[in-house]
Structures are given as C-alpha cells and as structure tokens.
T-cell receptor, first 110, second 113 residues
Framework: SQQGEEDPQALSIQEGENATMNCSYK?????LQWYRQNSGRGLVHLIL?????REKHSGRLRVTLDTSKKSSSLLITASRAADTASYFC??????????FGKGTLLTVNP | DVKVTQSSRYLVKRTGEKVFLECVQD?????MFWYRQDPGLGLRLIYF???????EKGDIPEGYSVSREKKERFSLILESASTNQTSMYLC????????????FGEGSWLTVV
C-alpha cells in the first residue's frame, strides 16, 4: 500500500517562528490527515482535509492539499516549545485503512 | 472524548512466550487497528477489524494474530514472541472507513528478551 512521505525528516526552529512540513504521495486519495505524536505517546489527530478541499484551518494550523501535485503541507504558525513532537501525514482511501508516513520531527527551541 | 485504552504500557517477555496485548475503545467504533512503530520505519499496520469477529491482514501480519469477540475489544496475540517483535504497539479505532479520524491509545512498549 502507498505511504505518504514527509519532508523534512527533522526540523528545528525557534519559538515564535512558523514551521512548515510537507507530505507527498503517489496514488489517488479520499482524504489526507495530519497527526501529532509526543515522544513515547500515542498519536493525536490534528486535521483532516478531503480530496475536494484545498485548504483548512484549525487554530494555529493551516493545511493545504494540491491533488494535481499529490502533495500537502502543514503550517504551524507562531510555534511554541510545546509544539515539539513528531508530525505524521496519513492517507485515507475508500477502504478501512489509513496509511501513515514516517513523520517529521519538529523541535521548537525556547 | 473517545478513549482507547491499552491494558499494558510496558511489558517484558521472554522469547517463545505467548503475548496478549489488549485494547478497549468506548465509542462504539466499528473499526479497530493494531500498528507497530519502529524508528525509521514509521507506523506499519499489522491487522485491522471492521466488525466483530471480522479481521483483515495489514502490511506486516506475520507472527501475529488478532481476536475481536466483542465490538469494544481488540486483542493482538504474539503466538511465540521473538526479539524482532520488540517494538511500540499502537491500538486505534475509527467510526467508519478510511475517510474518518483514527483515535489512538497511548501505546504498549514490548521488549522481548
């Protein structure tokens, strides 16, 4: 099954800066989701964007989806030290499965 | 809030032991999943279940089996644990097909010695 590929693998920024992570994939999708994982914990859902949507916002998060380029980006604005975590994109199809990428490790330095 | 509870947070088992990882969700979700997570490999789907007593193999089912006798409970079974099954195991559930949000448990760290 296809897997999303996040880029970069790791990102280190200063508090207050914006963080952008990208996800690319190869086949068609029904939706794309972003999840966050604090070290050693389970994943937490952040946002879902459907294939017919181009942009969604949730608080300090902005997600874009370009189905022609088969890519998505997650922007976290005004980052905080508490945003330090791994971020995963997940590809949703018409079946039951959700396929996860390998993640981007974001470090926000105070 | 949806709650997915994994019974054991940390386990240490010996090679060859039979291991049970239990997971319970409280939101009447149809779908339940077991993933394992390893450094550099991300999350890989082991098995999923879309209904009671129904199951489908994921991407890495070898060495594992599952049981779903009740809607809220999904168990992962390692018939004969091996050291290469040392990993973080994540249980999850969702309401419907892949177009829905998945809710994860906190994970079970299994070490096989």
């Amino acid at each position: 099954s296809q897997q999303g590929e996040e880029d970069p693998q790791a990102l280190s920024i200063q508090e207050g800066e914006n963080a952008t992570m990208n996800c690319s994939y190869k086949t068609s999708i029904n939706n794309l989701q972003w999840y966050r994982q604090n070290s050693g914990r389970g994943l937490v859902h952040l946002i879902l964007i459907r294939s017919n949507e181009r942009e969604k916002h949730s608080g300090r998060l902005r997600v874009t989806l370009d189905t022609s380029k088969k890519s998505s980006s997650l922007l976290i604005t005004a980052s905080r030290a508490a945003d330090t975590a791994s971020y995963f994109c997940a590809l949703g199809g018409s079946n039951y499965k959700l396929t996860f990428g390998k993640g981007t490790l974001l470090t926000v330095n105070p | 809030d949806v709650k997915v509870t994994q019974s054991s947070r940390y386990l240490v088992k010996r090679t060859g032991e039979k291991v049970f990882l239990e997971c319970v969700q409280d939101m009447d979700h149809e779908n339940m999943f077991w993933y394992r997570q390893d450094p550099g490999l991300g999350l890989r789907l082991i098995y999923f279940s879309y209904d009671v007593k129904m199951k489908e193999k994921g991407d890495i089912p070898e060495g594992y089996s599952v049981s779903r006798e009740k809607k809220e409970r999904f168990s992962l079974i390692l018939e004969s644990a091996s050291t290469n099954q040392t990993s973080m195991y994540l249980c999850a559930s969702s309401l419907g097909a892949g177009r829905n949000t998945i809710y994860f448990g906190e994970g079970s760290w299994l070490t096989v010695v």
